[in-house]
């Protein structure tokens, strides 16, 4: 179509010979020269056409035509900076029979008749920028050359009217006039009897006078704006408008509205006044009386007063809004007469204070908001009698006391009191000024001084869903079981630091009907023994009837060593509350813990006198009779008399125990000492037990205490005990243990060869020594230092998620300082920049292994996964174990979460257990090695120790060589065999 219309143009220009260029934007466009005039078409077949020209009277060639309407109606034709002349070609020019709207802007004229009598049906005409328009008047002549004209505008001109000025135009239905006209004369819009919206605004007129719109019978809506020079309407105003409902007063130069301004509009149903220029003041009467108003608005009007009378007698009002207004004061009876008023808005004035009398006639009243005044107080019967009041809004006033019977009597069901002076400090009542609104459904009481929770809240208002508490000076969180309706308690942003709830026991089916919502974000919580019941139902332990609690990111805020911990996540077992009990200064502490009941007292040595379970001073901090626990820095003589459930000797360096178990004690802990013997005595008591990382002898003569040992029930830490001969308990063949005469026999035959053995042994090895360390350290030695681990940059790369630092800490520390390990953090040694993934590629491939420190949080967090499973692809490729997995509990290895490579792992290899016994025996032996050690006596019992066994006794006497692996060995100054040193090694 484009090539055809360029082909018909090109034609076209060739025969009239004018310079003419097309191109295609959004919309079609051509520029044209005639007569030395540019003229560019702009234009959308079917749709529109505009022409801009340079203002200068030229004629359009007779055969010029563009064909865009297709010889139909177009519905809408542009005109800029022409002559009004060219009116009368755009038909032949657009093929266009007529046009629905027109817009001239900036053309110069006159307009006369005989230019827009062929134009057709036009139902819109819009007049821009008016000023080189000949001619100072309306163009009354083209107007009335329209007869469907329905909308005609006016704007950016220095036009006057006239009486009579559009006298003709009876079709016109809206009319809009912005001319800087300094006058509007009676009669002015006489004829126009179809007009029904009159808009007049941006003009220099000081007033209108009387009989201006006579003739506008049919007028329903009229707006006076930004006519900044008007500044009074006078009474009689508006006579000749019988049926105006509607009338907008904007930003004018008013400083008065007298009386009687809008009497005789029996039909006027609103009235909006808005942000004048000047300081508006009304007449004492000048709303009265208008019996058909409904709706006053009324915004930034510079008012600073209203009279008692200002609505006497216009009861039929609905709506009152008066907003942004400099109004101190309500007189006491101007709503008197509003029996029908559903909605009053008063906010954002300077209204100090209210009389109680002051809404007492307003009957069917639903609505009140009075927020962002200066109100103070709330007097008593304020709302008495008003029984269809639903919401009542009093945000951000100075409000500092509410009368109790304020709201006697009224269903209100949404009440805002957000950003007040409300403190509530009584000292005998249990109840607020709210106790009388049982309809209550939405309770907004935020950014107070609220100290106190009233009884009110929690059992009369029953229909309550919303109560906002927060950001108030409350310091505790109601009784969770209080409330008898199902509201969500609103109490973030206080000063609660406890949240006692009673330790979690499955209630019985149905026992609280009702299930309130705490939010308790962002409060000072002190982490102790007394948020353990808050703690269980955060971590699950609820049934479906018992209340909600929210806390999302809220850290604790006391102790100070917990202070990084969410109180979601925190260790149950660091909950914990120091308490009397008057013991002696042996002890250094004493405290209750919750979780697991107990009380646990840490001494140098047994006290005198241990604090009683039984006694009603610790009742507060337990929901049954708690047991006592005592960890102790060296054993008792005795337990006789002491009422201990559980004794804690672990790390005491005890060889042997010297008491005797008594009837309370339960849980005996013995773990990480140097015991030999099994305590018999202590197995006989039935008593739970802890033996782990102690050398038990494990042999012929101990083979009753060996074999009651592995059967006892009891017996905590069964996997973790280790005997003299580094063989595991678990491990053990007890069967082996007693074949002495047999090893009897077959020693003394053997004793007498293997010592001429030894002998020829021995020499050998003094003579060739050199050339045999090399070979038992290839043979039988640790691992020798691969080419790709020699140039790698760590030993360790540990993979952790941030919040369990704290224990990361205390490993880095010991593995940098006692083993002698280079570790890489990522938060420490990761070079900025760089993405993280590309990060972990990287630091994974130049560390000898990977430590994953194996938590709920590692779990949770994408990029620890992703630490694993780099070192676990590493593992697969180079079939080296390059993996250490060590778990803050072992219960991880069930979780769900573990992935599909983690949980294989776990499943196919071994892993270490924080807390174990012999943590940090375990971890040194799959540590990289910088250095390997071959000394005569390993020699010797690599050699012979599976067929000399008394070799394992052999005193370290001997001097050690130390060779390390490399090809570049060589004897030192001391004579030993050395090396360069090396990064790390596999173990």
Not at 822 to 835: A, T, V
Not at 905 to 922: G, S
Not at 953 to 974: A, F, K
Request: aromatic share 10%; net charge negative.
């Amino acid at each position: 179509m484009l090539l055809l219309l360029f082909a018909s143009l090109l034609s076209m220009v060739v025969t009239q010979k004018i310079p003419c260029t097309e191109y295609y934007e959004d919309e079609n466009v051509l520029e044209c020269q005639f007569n030395n005039t540019n003229v560019t078409f702009k234009y959308k077949k079917n749709e529109y056409a505009n022409i801009y020209c340079q203002t200068i009277d030229f004629a359009i060639p007779a055969n010029f035509t563009l064909n865009i309407a297709n010889d139909m109606n177009l519905d809408s034709l542009g005109i800029t900076s022409c002559h009004t002349n060219i009116l009368r070609s755009v038909n032949r020019l657009t093929s266009a029979t007529s046009f629905t709207t027109i817009v001239l802007k900036g053309v110069i004229g006159p307009l006369l008749g005989e230019d827009v009598k062929n134009l057709g049906d036009v139902e819109n005409l819009f007049f821009r920028d008016m000023g080189t328009l000949t001619g100072t008047h309306v163009p009354t002549e083209a107007i009335n050359a329209l007869p469907s004209l329905k909308s005609l505008r006016m704007t950016d001109g220095f036009f006057q009217l006239a009486p009579n000025a559009f006298n003709g135009a009876i079709s016109l239905e809206y009319l809009e006039l912005s001319g800087h006209i300094q006058n509007i004369p009676a009669m002015a819009f006489a004829g126009l009897t179809n007009l029904t919206n009159l808009n007049i605004w941006g003009n220099d007129f000081e007033y209108i006078v009387p009989g201006a719109f006579i003739g506008l019978e049919n007028l329903t809506s009229l707006t006076l704006s930004t006519n900044l020079n008007l500044a009074s309407l006078e009474a009689g105003v508006f006579d000749g408008v019988p049926k105006l409902r509607n009338i907008k007063i904007m930003n004018n130069g008013l400083t008065i509205l007298p009386n009687g301004v809008f009497g005789g509009l029996k039909d006027l149903e609103s009235i909006t006044i808005l942000m004048n220029q000047d300081f508006l003041s009304f007449g004492t009467h000048a709303l009265s009386n208008v019996t058909s108003l409904q709706h006053v608005k009324i915004l930034s009007a510079g008012l600073q007063s209203l009279p008692e009378e200002l609505f006497k007698d216009s009861s039929n009002i609905q709506t009152i809004s008066i907003n942004g207004e400099s109004i101190t004061e309500l007189p006491k009876k101007i709503f008197r007469s509003q029996v029908n008023l559903k909605r009053l808005d008063l906010s954002n004035n300077q209204i100090e204070g209210i009389d109680s009398d002051l809404f007492s006639s307003l009957k069917e009243i639903e609505y009140i908001n009075l927020a962002g005044n200066y109100i103070t107080h709330l007097p008593r019967d304020l709302f008495s009698g008003q029984g269809n009041l639903k919401e009542v809004i009093f945000d951000n006033n100075k409000i500092v006391s509410i009368d109790f019977n304020a709201f006697q009597g009224v269903p209100i069901e949404q009440l805002s009191l957000v950003s007040n002076e409300l403190t509530f400090d009584y000292d005998d009542e249990t109840m607020s000024p709210f106790e009388n609104l049982p309809q209550l459904i939405n309770l907004n009481l935020k950014d107070n001084k609220i100290c106190n929770f009233f009884d009110d809240w929690r059992f009369i208002l029953r229909k309550l869903e919303t109560l906002d508490l927060s950001n108030n000076n409350l310091t505790q969180a109601p009784a969770p079981m209080s409330f008898l309706h199902n509201a969500t308690i609103d109490l973030r942003s206080n000063h609660i630091s406890k949240v006692w709830l009673p330790t979690y026991t499955p209630p019985p089916a149905n026992r609280w009907r009702y299930k309130p919502q705490f939010l308790l974000d962002d409060n000072p919580l002190t982490c102790d023994c007394e948020i353990y019941g808050l703690w269980q139902r955060l971590n699950g332990k609820i049934v479906d009837d018992e209340p909600e609690y929210v806390i999302n990111e809220t850290k604790c805020s006391f102790p100070e060593h917990l202070q990084e911990f969410y109180v979601k996540n925190i260790p149950s077992k660091l909950l914990v509350c120091d308490i009397p009990c008057n013991v002696s200064s042996e002890c250094d502490s004493c405290v209750a813990i919750s979780s697991s009941n107990e009380i646990a007292l840490e001494c140098n040595q047994m006290p005198k006198v241990l604090p009683n379970p039984d006694s009603e001073n610790y009742t507060f901090y337990f929901t049954k009779q708690p047991t006592l626990t005592v960890k102790l820095n060296e054993q008792p003589d005795t337990l006789q008399g002491y009422n201990v459930h559980t004794l804690n000797l672990s790390n005491c360096q005890l060889e042997s125990i010297d008491f005797s178990p008594t009837e309370s004690l339960k849980v005996l802990d013995l773990s990480n000492n140097f015991i030999t013997n099994v305590p018999i005595e202590f197995l006989e008591g039935d008593i739970s037990l802890y033996l782990g990382n102690n050398p038990i002898t494990c042999d012929c003569w101990h083979v009753n205490d060996i074999i009651m040992l592995k059967r006892y029930q009891n017996l905590m830490d069964y996997d973790k005990i280790v005997c003299s001969n580094d063989v595991y308990l678990n491990e053990l063949d007890v069967t082996v243990l007693c074949n002495s005469l047999y090893a009897a026999i077959t020693g003394a035959l053997v004793f007498m060869s293997m010592l001429l053995i030894m002998t020829v042994l021995f020499l050998l090895l003094y003579k060739y020594w050199y050339e045999v360390k090399v070979i038992l350290h290839d043979r039988f030695g640790d691992k020798i230092v691969t080419r790709s681990d020699m140039k790698k940059k760590y030993h360790l790369f540990i993979s952790f998620a941030h919040q369990n630092y704290i224990y990361i800490k205390l490993l880095v520390d010991r593995l940098e300082t006692e083993f002698k390990q280079k570790i890489c953090l990522h938060f420490r040694d990761w070079e900025p920049g760089e993405s993280i993934p590309q990060q972990i590629i990287n630091t994974v491939n130049n560390s000898c292994k990977t430590v994953i420190f194996l938590t709920n949080e590692f779990l949770d967090s994408d990029w620890a996964n992703l630490e694993f499973r780099t070192a676990y692809e590493l593992t697969l490729k180079d079939h080296r174990n390059r993996v250490i997995i060590i778990l803050l509990d072992e219960d991880l290895v069930h979780d769900p979460r573990l992935s599909k490579e983690l949980r294989a792992y776990l499943t196919t290899h071994t892993y270490l257990v924080w807390d174990e016994p012999n943590f940090w025996r375990k971890l040194s032996k799959v540590l990289p090695r910088t250095e390997y050690s071959i000394t005569f006596l390993i020699a010797l019992r690599k050699l012979g120790c599976c067929f000399f066994p008394f070799m394992a006794s052999v005193t370290n006497d001997v001097e050690e060589v130390r060779v390390q692996s490399s090809l570049n060995v060589h004897l030192n100054e001391n004579n030993e065999l050395v090396n360069e040193p090396r990064n790390c090694a596999d173990v």
